[in-house]
Structures are given as C-alpha cells and as structure tokens.
C-alpha cells in the first residue's frame, strides 16, 4: 500500500528509456482495473516518438513535460464495447489509476493529463492521433525514470470529510 501514499506527479525525467517489461507491467495493471459490468472499454496507445510527444503539449497547456518524458500512455475507451453508457469514464479512470501506482511500484515517475472533457483536446489529439469516431480519449499519462524526488504528501485524511449514514 505505501505505493498508494507515497505516488505523487513527476513532471521531471531523466530521459532514460523504459524497458518493455516494465511498460508490459504498467499496461497489465491498467487492465486489470475494475470495469462497470466487466466491460473493459479501455483502449491504449503507447507513445514512444520524440516528435510526437513534443507535439502535445501544443494542445494541451499543461504538458510541457512530456517534452522530457519517455514516454506517453493516452488512455481511450471504446465506446462500441459500452454496455453501460457513460461509465467508460470511471472504468478509464481506474485503469490510469492502476498505471500511476505501479509506476510508483516500478520506480517510474509519472503524471495523469486530462483530455476529456475538455472538447478542444478531445478534438485535437482524435485528430492528431487519428482516434476513430467511436473512441474517446480520457488521459495522457506521461512517464519516465524521475530527474525529480518529492516527499509523500501531507496526510490528506481529513475525519470531517466522513459522514455515517446521512449527510
């Protein structure tokens, strides 16, 4: 569980490439994230090309960092596979959830950027990417061996934030 506590962004990498193995992990923890109805709507595109990660931040004001990342994971779901409409969000919110932590556990640093609901990135990574229509980016993930240390966070438990039974 100390993986849970201790992951935090990191937006500085070392640029040192990622073994396969450890990509092949981050990619068998996104998928074995729960899924509403068991319907696995998640897609992934792996992003490796210099070129192109250099070009996303162009659409996306807060990814200057994956001009230094190794690599990129965008998170997509298939909309055709959606059995129960709408929770494609939740069940590709797990599955990047399930990547940043075993990131964390693989010594890899990494950082959730959101696409959806933002139209205009949604719009412009289909297009840069060549997403089909039925396919919905949610997240880019950026990832590489961190250049940067961060404490674990402060302890966010916060006892006020429960409530039993009723409001």
């Not at 490439?17 to 992934?44: C, H, R, T, V, Y």
């Not at 996306?60 to 997509?76: D, F, R, W």
Request: hydrophobic content about 40%.
């Amino acid at each position: 569980m100390k993986e849970i506590f201790e992951r935090r962004s990191i937006r500085k990498y070392s640029g040192r490439d990622i073994p396969d193995e450890m990509i092949k992990e981050l990619f068998k923890a996104a998928m074995s994230a729960p899924s509403a109805g068991n319907q696995q709507p998640w897609e992934f595109i792996l992003i490796k090309d210099r070129e192109l990660l250099d070009k996303i931040p162009s659409i996306h004001p807060y990814a200057q960092m994956l001009s230094e990342a190794s690599a990129g994971i965008v998170v997509c779901a298939d909309l055709d596979r959606e059995r129960h409409t709408g929770y494609w969000v939740q069940d590709c919110s797990a599955a990047v959830e399930n990547i940043l932590i075993e990131a964390q556990y693989l010594g890899l640093g990494a950082v959730w950027l959101g696409i959806y609901p933002r139209d205009e990135r949604v719009s412009s990574l289909k297009k840069m990417l060549g997403l089909p229509e039925r396919v919905m980016p949610l997240a880019v993930i950026s990832i590489g061996f961190p250049a940067e240390e961060k404490s674990p966070s402060v302890e966010r438990y916060d006892e006020k934030r429960i409530h039993l039974e009723k409001w």
